[in-house]
């Protein structure tokens, strides 16, 4: 049963019905969440279904990876455990001794796992600026480099990486393109259409929306060996999705459609008012014309430029942890993407050799009428300053 099946009907009615796909035995609008871990083989000894063990096969995670293989235009998607997880699976399906390059921006839990545990595992990393395409080009080896890892916009400073010309690099020197784009969401980009080979989202984030659920989500753009490889690693390795959590993200992303138009309209509206705030030196985000990728951006991405955006607070670090101190709308909290707004001081977190300023506070927009997220936020930064 395609839903598409003679018409071509838009991504937000696509997702409004996750596909459409109801249970003919029952005639349920919203289908069951299969839990089971095993499943009936015929009596001639065959397995007719396409399923055999939970491991590999659950048909709730297959409803919500088809509404994401409808969302990026792809034609597979797969659920895994957690970004993390699913980012990691990529560099996993490498070969010990391939070389990588990622950027020096980016989530950090991941830059951090490349170069302890990936490189350890045998990945050789170079970590570039990835907004700047001469260092790139400097960064490849030819024959040698198998992945070119990107995120855009990237963690926290919202840099813009060039997906189009990103991929031309990467595939001039026979390596693949793998996009993080969590924070652009399929919505505002779909990077296989830009060149990228595989996209991977924090399915925790935007996709699912609500802050309940961790999970991981691929995209690619051909069921090539690299995709094989990666889905045997997750069927071997136990990485699928729980088909809880499966049924939740599909809830969740019924409503993707109307959450990421507000949050970019909310953020476009604070990153404009804290720009002209007395207590703020800079605002980052993509959306406003001096950030250094805007041009990229607005060829790249489509109705909107995210829902996040980092303030750098004037008076340094004291200022802003005190700022967060003593918001009460905002939510002091790490992860992003959720109905609610969410303040960090990203430095905290990040430690150590981070490139993050230590006066940045990263905010990711919610769905609260953004009057009420500015007054909670303009009052803070007012209070720690006084
Ligand atoms: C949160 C996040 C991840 C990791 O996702 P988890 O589900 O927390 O493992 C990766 N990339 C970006 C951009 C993220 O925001």
Known sequence: MDP????????????????????????????????TTTFLRDP?????SGNIYGRADNETVREAEAVIAMLEDAPAAMLLGSGMSAATAVFLALSPGDHVVAPNVMYWALRNWLLTDGTR?????????????EALRGAVRPGETMLVWAETP???LWS???????????????ALLAVDSTCATPLLTRPI????????????KYLNGHSDVVAGALATARKDEMWDRIRRNRAMLGQILGPLEAFLLLRGMRTLPLRVPA??????????????????????????PGHPGHAIAK???????????????RGGAPHAIGTAARVELWKRATSLGGVESLIEHRASIEGAGSPCPDDLLRLSTGIEDPADLYADLDRALRAANA
């Open 4 to 35: 598409k099946a003679g018409r071509t009907w838009t991504a937000r009615t696509l997702a409004a019905q996750a596909m459409g796909k109801v249970d003919e035995a029952t005639r349920a609008v919203v289908p069951p969440i299969h839990v």
């Open 44 to 48: 001639d000894n065959q397995y007719r």
């Open 121 to 133: 595992w045998g990945l050789r990393v170079t970590l570039v600026d990835m907004t700047d395409l």
């Open 154 to 156: 990237a963690n926290p």
């Open 160 to 174: 813009i990486t060039d997906i189009a010309a990103a991929a031309r690099i990467a595939h001039e020197a026979g």
């Open 193 to 204: 259409e830009h060149g990228a080979d595989i996209v991977m989202h924090a399915a925790t």
């Open 263 to 288: 949050a970019c309209a909310s953020a476009m509206q604070l990153a404009e008012r804290f720009a002209v705030h007395p207590a703020v030196a800079e605002v980052l985000y993509p959306g406003l």
């Open 299 to 313: 060829r790249q991405m489509q109705g909107g430029f995210g829902g996040m955006l980092s303030i750098r607070v």
